[in-house]
């Protein structure tokens, strides 16, 4: 089995150069119509923007009450605040999505961090393959890590591993756990119901690699720590990368289902929000949703999830063009040989697309021409394609806000200050993802909540902030 490092790209961030749809030259009365029908089905208006709020806030209780709700609200076992000045060296392995990374953190105190980290992909058959050859390839990603960073372990000591496995997992104590699904294109067989840290300590023992797994971290939960340790007003982590998520701070008195003993009065819960909806009763799910459901690998699960994620997004608005295709309102009805196959409309293309501020849409062009090959396409066909990717986006975005301004409700944490931790490749690099969040706050709170509520890329969540969780799990004596 081997392992190999690869490369990250950086791709700047910009702002959405949105277009006026009423500027646009449509082709035909039927271009326009179908236009103004996808702008309608894929618009969230205000009321709509709080009916999905309040139903959120009601599937928060629910889980809070009794496990096997459709919000599952995992109790992370992780307690105590932190306050920047704990220090140490751990290791954080980070699964969950496009790529395994590993990372070795070092806190010196002071809010100062020390990170190295080596990024591997996980090919699509370890995804789907048997869950041991899954696991030893993570163990072998950590064995050659070390090696490449000449970390030393003498005698018989152990280096203590935070495991951020980010997927549905029911927590039963900070260091174990059971696998409730498989999300974001993994299906590895004879994984669900089972432990991940005990796949994952076998993996090591095995082969003889000194690490203990220390903790079980989700990565919204990470996302929280690591925000803490720079911001101790954090009270909310969420993700938007591959998928979609969210944890904040719970009194526990407030966790209705909780039957374990803990000297604290709080505690973080990782929501598993990308699961709300799934009985589909207010989110406007689209035809070009129900496709993309239908030919996931797991339908009927993760609704919200498939309409916010980095994962997702492309797809849908793949699905968009492709319905106007062959109803011949877009390149004549012609299509690009390379669209016709799932997920190959990337999501990284609509932030260059949104960002376009091009009289001709010259960064669209080359998308669709030179990345897609498309032969030709004329400033209508890239208008169009703009508008359906405005769209997508701007859903996604006011989904999150929906998402976000109900726990800053649940807790009443916009009306003092707050900070909320955010991480993931969607929110780093979507353009004005941030802005249309925070207005989306505005609109649930008032002005009041843009002065109090702070939201702000994350540093390294899943892999700090499984660090610092290994931390409070040795301090607090519950690993
Ligand atoms: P993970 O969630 O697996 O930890 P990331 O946070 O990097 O990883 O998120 C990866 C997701 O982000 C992918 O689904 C990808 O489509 C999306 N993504 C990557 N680059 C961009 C970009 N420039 N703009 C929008 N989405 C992006
Ligand atoms: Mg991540």
Not at 238 to 260: F, H, M, P, Q, R
Not at 416 to 424: A, E, T
Request: hydrophobic share 40%; charged share 20%; net charge negative.
């Amino acid at each position: 089995m081997s392992s190999t490092p690869i490369a990250s790209k950086i791709i700047p961030k910009a702002t959405r150069a949105k277009i006026d749809p009423n500027v646009v030259q449509y082709t035909s009365e039927k271009q326009k119509l179908a236009l103004q029908a996808l702008i309608e089905e894929f618009t969230i208006t205000p009321e709509l923007f709080q009916a999905i709020k309040r139903n959120f806030m009601e599937g928060m209780l629910k889980g809070l009450k009794k496990d096997g709700e459709t919000m599952a609200m995992v109790t992370s076992y992780v307690i105590g605040r932190l306050d920047g000045s704990e220090t140490g060296s751990y290791l954080a392995l980070d699964v969950g999505g496009t790529n395994l990374r590993v990372v070795s953190v070092h806190l010196t105190g002071g809010g100062e961090i020390n990170t190295r980290q080596t990024k591997y992909r996980i090919d699509e058959h370890l995804k789907v393959g048997d869950a041991k050859s899954l696991f030893d390839f993570m163990a072998v990603c950590v064995d050659s890590f070390l090696d490449e960073h000449q970390i030393v372990v003498r005698g018989d000591s152990q280096i203590e591993l935070g495991f951020t496995f980010s997927f549905p997992v029911l927590q039963t104590a900070i260091n174990r756990g059971t696998l409730i699904s498989w999300t974001k294109g993994f299906n590895a067989a004879g994984m669900v119901g089972k432990d991940p840290v005990a796949f994952l300590q076998d993996a090591f023992n095995r082969r003889h690699i000194p690490v203990r797994v220390a903790a079980l971290v989700n990565d919204t939960v990470g996302t929280l720590l690591a925000h803490a340790y720079t911001h101790p007003n954090t009270i909310m982590g969420v993700i938007l990368g591959t998928g979609c998520n969210g944890a904040y701070i719970e009194k526990v008195s407030n966790i209705e289902k909780w039957k374990g003993k803990t000297p604290a009065d709080e505690m973080i819960i990782n929501m598993e929000f990308g699961a709300f909806d799934k009985e589909r009763q207010i989110l406007p799910l689209t035809m070009f949703d129900n496709k993309l459901d239908r030919k996931s690998v797991n339908p009927n699960k993760q609704i919200l999830e498939k309409m916010i994620a980095g994962m997702y997004l492309g797809e849908i608005t793949r699905n968009v063009l492709l319905n106007l295709i062959d109803r011949r309102l877009l390149f004549e009805g012609h299509i690009s040989p390379d669209l016709n196959h799932m997920w190959t409309f990337e999501t990284a293309y609509m932030s260059t697309i949104e960002a376009d501020n091009t009289p001709t849409l010259h960064a669209t062009r080359k998308i669709l021409e030179s990345t897609l090959s498309f032969p030709q396409t004329t400033l209508n066909d890239r208008q169009i394609v703009k508008i359906v990717v405005e769209l997508v986006g701007m859903r996604a975005a006011r989904l999150s806000a929906a998402a976000i301004a109900a726990i800053l409700d649940h807790t009443g944490a916009w009306k003092v200050k707050s900070d909320i931790g955010i991480d993931g490749s969607l929110f780093e690099y979507y353009p004005s993802f941030d802005t249309d969040i925070m207005d989306g706050l505005e609109e649930a709170f008032g002005p009041e909540a843009r002065k109090n509520v702070s939201i702000g890329l994350a540093q390294d969540g899943s892999g700090v902030g499984a660090a610092l969780c290994a931390l409070l799990a040795a301090k607090h004596g519950t690993a």
